[in-house]
């Protein structure tokens, strides 16, 4: 499978950035749809997720080099090459959240409500974003067996076809990332809609249950950012998981009826 669609003059169109654009285009539809219901401004909104990526894809960039600082280190001139790949999805969440927090303070806005807005759009666009990881041949996982491939029965024939990279089959990690991406999107998109969730706890489910769903992934991805003996997306995942669990249980505790997500007696202003 080549990461090129097409090339005119040396100039390349790839897959790894078309799909990341899409996934970006797709949640922006998503966040501003759930903006406007929950009466959110559109120019508040437009201008946070615009700087949000601008610093989003940026981390995600400077995490990636960092943790294999002796490659860039022997080749500068590979740096800002992202097309290539090579974005870590979990310097662009940290990035993503310090600018939504500094634009919240800016504005007065409800930083919970709006990471709220913002969770099931994020993942949505990380479930489309990975199939960049297909047309690039990376995120992939151990080595097996095309018929133990074929007998999960739930990989497409044509993603068991291009896991057979440098002579081996491997488990496409990227793919199953991807769906269990959608289910959380799914879970989020109904929870969103109960009378009594509170503000914050969207946000951390999209916390708990990405973080489960990494910390699992990495037990079989081979291409791992390593900090010494450990991975570190399983670090992270853990204290992603854990922070989720603490802002339920906190917001849990709090009355009935206090810091309701679907409670509309405040408007974003600015």
């Known amino acids: 499978m080549s990461p090129v669609i097409f090339s005119i003059k040396g100039f390349e169109i790839r897959w790894y950035s078309v799909l990341i654009l899409s996934g970006v285009f797709l949640a922006y539809l998503l966040i501003m749809n759930e ?15 615009f700087w949000g990526l601008i610093f989003g894809i940026l981390g995600a960039r400077i ?13 500068p001139n590979e740096i800002y090459k992202i097309w290539n790949g090579g974005l870590a999805i979990h310097g662009g969440i940290l990035f993503g959240l310090i600018t939504a927090i500094i634009y919240c303070k800016k504005y007065n806005a409800n930083i919970k409500k709006v990471l709220d807005i913002l969770a099931p759009g994020v993942l949505l666009a990380q479930a489309i974003g990975r199939w960049g990881n297909f047309f690039n041949a990376e995120a992939y996982g151990s080595i097996v067996s095309y018929k ?43 929870v969103r809609r109960f009378r009594y969730i509170k503000k914050g706890q969207i946000m951390s489910i999209y916390l708990i249950w990405y973080g489960i769903i990494r910390f699992i992934i990495e037990i079989f991805r081979t291409d791992s950012l390593m900090l010494f003996d450990f991975k570190v997306a399983q ?6 998981v854990f922070v989720g669990i603490y802002i339920i249980i906190s917001q849990h505790q709090k009355p009935k009826l206090e810091d309701l997500y679907n409670r509309y007696d405040e408007e974003i202003r600015f």
């Not at 406007?36 to 120019?43: A, E, L």
């Not at 491939?149 to 990690?173: A, C, R, S, T, W």
């Open 148 to 190: 133990t491939l074929v007998n999960m029965k739930i990989i497409p024939q044509f993603v068991i076809d291009n896991m057979l990279i440098n002579g081996e089959y491997h488990l496409p990690m990227f793919y199953f990332e991807s769906i269990a991406c959608l289910i959380g999107v799914i879970a989020m998109l109904i």
């Open 235 to 240: 670090i992270v995942s853990v204290i992603m």
């Open 63 to 75: 995490y990636y080099v960092i943790f294999n600082l002796d490659y860039y280190m022997a080749y």
């Open 35 to 49: 903006s406007k219901r929950q009466k959110v401004k559109t120019d508040f909104m437009f201008n946070l997720m």
